[in-house]
């Protein structure tokens, strides 16, 4: 069955720290999606990027970057220089086929604190 | 560009009472997905719905059904309301064999 764990419940960094948050998956598939999406206090989900199981080239946007390891099965994301408004609750997750269609599996998410 | 409406927001109900939480997918996006996301939780799978046939079903209490319609919005109705209902109840829409879901802004329900 598949599985999403983000093994850090809460980091805390001082503003401008880089820092990763770590998540590691279970699949039987080998066509799945994997995501992160950031829930600010507001509580709505905001995607950050979608990255599918063919693809493992790494990707940077602005200070966000993310690192796909198939042969680890991990997808660990890095905020780099850090500020208040990253703080939120960040969540990995994964998308794979099923006989009912393609629903998502999140893992528990990593709630970051980012202070002044 | 057009995004996954939910309705209401925000809804209050005491125990015992009924709540129907609806959901308006993105244009041409033919299947539906109901998540639950308790305090401190992780969204988890409820149901789901494909050309308004359910097409899979997670954790969803038999009190709960959901249905889609001609017009693909989709409703969840939730019965004999418990206090463990209160969370945050999202609606993702995407495309027919679409690996990708899109949330919508999510309902606040709260039992008193």
């Known amino acids: 069955a598949q599985k999403v764990t983000q093994a850090q419940t809460e980091i805390s960094v001082v503003e401008k720290e880089d820092v990763t948050l770590d998540c590691v998956y279970e699949t039987r598939d080998t066509t799945y999606y994997l995501f992160w999406y950031k829930q600010p206090p507001s509580g709505e989900l905001v995607f950050l990027i979608r990255r599918n199981s063919f693809d493992e080239q790494n990707e940077i946007s602005g200070r966000y970057s993310w690192n796909f390891q198939k042969s680890t099965s991990s997808f660990n994301f890095t905020i780099t220089a850090s500020q208040v408004v990253d703080s939120a609750v960040y969540f990995c997750a994964l998308s794979e086929g099923g006989t009912g269609g393609f629903k998502t599996i999140f893992g528990a998410g990593t709630r970051l604190f980012v202070k002044a | 560009a057009a ?110």
């Open chain 2, 3 to 112: 995004g996954v409406i939910q309705s209401p927001r925000h809804l209050i109900k005491e125990k015992r009472e009924t709540a129907t939480l609806k959901c308006y997918p993105i244009p041409r996006h033919d299947t539906v997905y109901w998540y639950q996301q308790g305090p401190g939780q992780d969204p988890q799978f409820l149901i789901s719905f494909y050309e308004k046939m359910q097409s899979d079903k997670g954790s969803i209490p038999d009190r709960f059904s959901a249905q889609q319609f001609s017009d693909y919005h989709s409703e969840l109705n939730m019965s004999s309301l418990e206090l463990g209902d209160s969370a945050l109840y999202f609606c993702a829409s995407s495309p027919s064999g679409s690996y990708e879901q899109f949330f919508g802004p999510g309902t606040r329900l709260t039992v008193l």
